[in-house]
């Protein structure tokens, strides 16, 4: 298992297995494996802090039998105190949580942290970055949501990407700044120049009958 989150600065694309073949996620990571890809998101979701529900911990620990990709998991949960050793144990390298759940994340990154997983912050599109100004610089990676939380296939939302402008100041060059929603050839470039330098895409590669392309066509659109 690679439990490295790859360093800052290098543009690294992360498949979203939102958008995948669930009756073929084993197949499907090692598709977005061969083309090169060295994280994973996964996005977990509960029914109560976004209206989805999507996979659990059962599901992370089959996955991490079948691949050694860096498992980036997004939880877009009430609670994710109470869960994350459970996703921990399961496989999960990076867990991701939104500032808009936690009193005291400075405290859960660290928890994160003491239980060998590298720890992300999220904001939603409506959150002011000063939410997450104090303890960004603790975490390994900043998350900006460029669409609602809960489901694929949304329209990319302009305003929001532009806060990576403003993550990116505030964490510097060491920390992953992350971005998801309606990443695509056409919205990847705009997003790099802004300071990001982890793009998640679901959609833009799942929705392609070769993945392969479809990751290579996002990476060559970035440079």
Same mark, same amino acid.
């Given at each position: 298992?690679?439990?490295?989150?790859?360093?800052?600065?290098t543009?690294?694309?992360?498949?979203s297995?939102?958008?995948?073949?669930?009756?073929?996620?084993?197949?499907e990571?090692?598709?977005?494996?061969?083309?090169?890809?060295?994280?994973v998101?996964?996005?977990?979701?509960?029914?109560?802090?976004v209206?989805?529900?999507?996979i659990?911990?059962?599901v992370?620990?089959?996955?991490?039998?079948?691949?050694?990709?860096f498992?980036?998991?997004?939880?877009?949960?009430?609670?994710?105190?109470k869960?994350?050793?459970?996703?921990?144990?399961?496989?999960?390298n990076?867990?991701?949580f939104?500032?808009?759940?936690?009193?005291?994340p400075?405290e859960l990154?660290?928890?994160?942290?003491?239980?060998?997983?590298t720890?992300?912050?999220?904001?939603? @599109? =409506?959150t002011?970055? #000063?939410? &997450? $100004?104090?303890?960004?610089?603790?975490?390994?990676? /900043?998350? *900006?949501?460029?669409?609602?939380p809960?489901?694929?296939?949304?329209?990319?939302? @302009? =305003?929001?990407a532009? #806060?990576? &402008? $403003?993550?990116?100041?505030?964490?510097?060059?060491d /920390?992953? *700044?992350?971005?998801?929603?309606?990443?695509?050839?056409?919205?990847?470039?705009i997003?790099?120049l802004?300071?990001?330098?982890?793009l998640?895409?679901g959609?833009?590669i799942?929705?392609?009958?070769?993945?392969?392309?479809?990751?290579n066509a996002?990476?060559?659109?970035?440079?």
């Amino acid at each position: 298992m690679n439990g490295k989150l790859p360093k800052a600065g290098t543009i690294e694309i992360a498949p979203s297995i939102l958008s995948a073949d669930f009756a073929k996620l084993a197949d499907e990571l090692a598709v977005i494996e061969k083309a090169g890809a060295k994280m994973v998101h996964l996005d977990i979701m509960d029914g109560h802090f976004v209206p989805n529900i999507t996979i659990g911990p059962p599901v992370v620990e089959k996955l991490r039998k079948h691949s050694k990709l860096f498992f980036d998991c997004h939880l877009m949960i009430t609670d994710p105190r109470k869960f994350a050793p459970i996703f921990i144990k399961s496989g999960a390298n990076n867990l991701t949580f939104h500032i808009e759940t936690e009193k005291n994340p400075a405290e859960l990154i660290k928890a994160l942290h003491d239980m060998g997983a590298t720890a992300g912050v999220c904001l939603n @599109p =409506e959150t002011p970055v #000063k939410a &997450i $100004e104090k303890v960004a610089p603790l975490a390994d990676m /900043i998350l *900006v949501l460029t669409v609602h939380p809960g489901f694929g296939a949304q329209q990319f939302i @302009p =305003e929001a990407a532009k #806060k990576i &402008i $403003e993550v990116r100041e505030i964490v510097g060059p060491d /920390i992953r *700044v992350e971005v998801d929603g309606g990443i695509d050839p056409q919205t990847a470039p705009i997003v790099v120049l802004y300071g990001a330098d982890t793009l998640v895409a679901g959609n833009a590669i799942f929705s392609k009958s070769d993945r392969v392309a479809a990751i290579n066509a996002i990476r060559q659109a970035c440079k």
